[in-house]
């Protein structure tokens, strides 16, 4: 079946630097674009950025362009998420997801791992 | 930036029907996509192109789409629907996407 597994999260402190991983299983990877979303303690979800399923083409989100970099390993069925210059408003669980069948949706996420920024 | 636009919470009885809209202008022209997020868990796509169902969703579940407005049908709330609702869309360059701020469905 179907598995999104999201790792690196942890307390983090402001200005540092943190990479998330998201291993994937059960579908053919490097077939798939893929989504990182995230959502703030008791906020609402937040679109982040998207990558091409050959790593061709990518797009963020207005609030991490320049501060956050996507990528994926497609030898290890592996996502990621470069996260610099972290700030307290970067508090949150972050998710990754398949694209559906066009880039724009999500067609299966991860349970998510939590990120906390913080002195 | 691109906004869309949903109530914050919907209530209905077991049985009704609960209707969740979400407004956007871009709508008209960019497909319109629904997530059920229930609590301590991550979302699970339930509608896709305004209308679409995925495999697994149980029909009670519906979509639909008028000029600048797509609506969340659940016909026949039940008591395990009780969740936030997301929609979720692309603004006019389709370079973004965008995701309404959610609207909490309470079953009485």
């Known amino acids: 079946q179907v598995q999104l597994v999201e790792s690196g999260g942890g307390v983090v402190q402001p200005g540092r630097s943190l990479r998330l991983s998201c291993a994937a299983s059960?579908?053919?990877?490097?077939?798939?674009?893929m989504h990182w979303v995230r959502q703030a303690p008791g906020k609402g979800l937040e679109w982040l950025a998207v990558i091409w399923y050959d790593g061709s083409n990518k797009y963020y989100g207005d609030s991490v362009k320049g501060r956050f970099a996507i990528s994926r390993d497609n030898s290890k069925n592996t996502l990621y998420l470069q996260m610099n210059s972290l700030r307290a408003e970067d508090t949150a669980v972050y998710y990754c997801?398949?694209?559906?069948?066009?880039?724009?949706?999500?067609?299966?996420w991860g349970q998510g791992t939590l990120v906390t920024v913080s002195s | 930036s691109y906004e869309l636009t949903q109530p914050p919470s919907v209530s209905v009885s077991p049985g009704q029907t609960a209707r969740i809209t979400c407004s956007g202008d871009?709508?008209?022209?960019?497909?319109g996509y629904w997530y059920q997020q229930k609590a301590g868990q991550a979302p699970v796509l339930i509608i896709y192109?305004?209308?679409e169902r995925p495999s697994g969703i149980p029909e009670r579940f519906s979509g639909s789409s008028s000029g600048t407005t797509v609506t969340l049908t659940i016909s026949g709330v039940q008591v395990e629907d009780e969740a936030d609702y997301y929609c979720?869309?692309?603004?006019?360059?389709?370079?973004?996407?965008?995701f309404g701020g959610g609207t909490k469905l309470t079953v009485l």
């Open positions: 997801a398949i694209c559906g069948s066009s880039w724009n949706y999500f067609d299966f």
């Open positions: 979720q869309s692309s603004d006019s360059s389709v370079t973004h996407v965008v």
């Open positions: 192109k305004d209308s």
């Open positions: 871009a709508l008209p022209k960019q497909f």
């Open positions: 059960g579908f053919t990877f490097r077939s798939f674009g």
